[in-house]
């Protein structure tokens, strides 16, 4: 059986600088037809910064939709023409000052495939040197290290809850466990 919408008339509502927002008319494997609502996203990257000492480079930022702040891996959108490794490199910079003698993938992961197409890359990021931040206007950002085996108690005791970070702690763990 295919499972496969075909899409038979797509309604674009909004537009905006993160993502936009449509409307699709679907026609279902049953032949009946449903309205889809789709935010369309270009991308984002996610940074595993791991320091020799086995501390993971976080930072804490309020985020609106849910009403408070969130401690996070370093994270952001992947600008036009502009490759994940490349945008992992800026917003590494951007949010905690860090650059990354060595940066490599990890892994990508849909973050919510119901209603977006939002896909975050995970870089691993490791010799780090300290410098400068550089915040786009607007953000308001805390930065913290935090040794691996305490986010994974903090992981299970529910004070860590962003996707793309609790992925990344687990594969920090496996990392550093095979050190």
Same mark, same amino acid.
């Given at each position: 059986?295919?499972?496969? +919408?075909?899409?038979?008339?797509?309604?674009?509502?909004?537009?905006?600088?993160?993502?936009?927002?449509?409307?699709?008319?679907?026609?279902?494997?049953?032949?009946?037809?449903?309205? *889809?609502?789709? %935010?369309?996203?270009?991308? $984002?990257?996610?940074?595993?910064?791991?320091?020799?000492?086995?501390?993971?480079?976080?930072?804490?930022?309020?985020?609106?939709?849910?009403? *408070?702040?969130?401690?996070?891996? &370093? $994270?952001?959108?992947?600008?036009?023409?502009?490759?994940?490794?490349?945008?992992?490199?800026? +917003?590494?910079?951007?949010?905690?000052?860090?650059?990354?003698?060595? %940066?490599?993938?990890?892994?990508?992961?849909?973050?919510? &495939?119901?209603?977006?197409?939002?896909?975050?890359?995970?870089?691993?990021?490791?010799?780090?040197?300290?410098?400068?931040?550089?915040?786009?206007?607007?953000?308001?950002?805390?930065?913290? /290290?935090?040794?691996?085996?305490?986010?994974?108690?903090?992981?299970?005791?529910?004070?860590?809850?962003?996707?793309?970070?609790? %992925?990344? %702690?687990?594969?920090?763990? *496996?990392?550093?466990?095979? /050190?």
């Amino acid at each position: 059986m295919s499972y496969e +919408e075909k899409t038979m008339k797509s309604d674009k509502l909004y537009e905006g600088k993160l993502f936009n927002l449509r409307v699709d008319t679907v026609e279902l494997p049953d032949k009946k037809y449903s309205k *889809r609502e789709i %935010i369309e996203h270009p991308g $984002a990257v996610s940074i595993l910064a791991i320091t020799e000492d086995d501390c993971v480079v976080l930072v804490r930022q309020y985020r609106k939709a849910i009403e *408070r702040a969130l401690l996070e891996l &370093p $994270a952001g959108k992947i600008e036009i023409n502009e490759e994940p490794v490349e945008t992992a490199k800026r +917003e590494l910079k951007e949010e905690t000052g860090f650059t990354a003698e060595k %940066i490599e993938y990890l892994l990508e992961f849909y973050t919510s &495939p119901g209603f977006t197409n939002e896909k975050v890359y995970i870089f691993l990021a490791k010799e780090l040197t300290q410098g400068e931040t550089d915040f786009d206007d607007g953000e308001f950002i805390e930065t913290e /290290k935090i040794h691996i085996d305490e986010l994974v108690k903090m992981v299970y005791l529910g004070e860590i809850v962003d996707s793309k970070t609790i %992925i990344g %702690i687990q594969f920090a763990k *496996r990392i550093l466990d095979k /050190k």
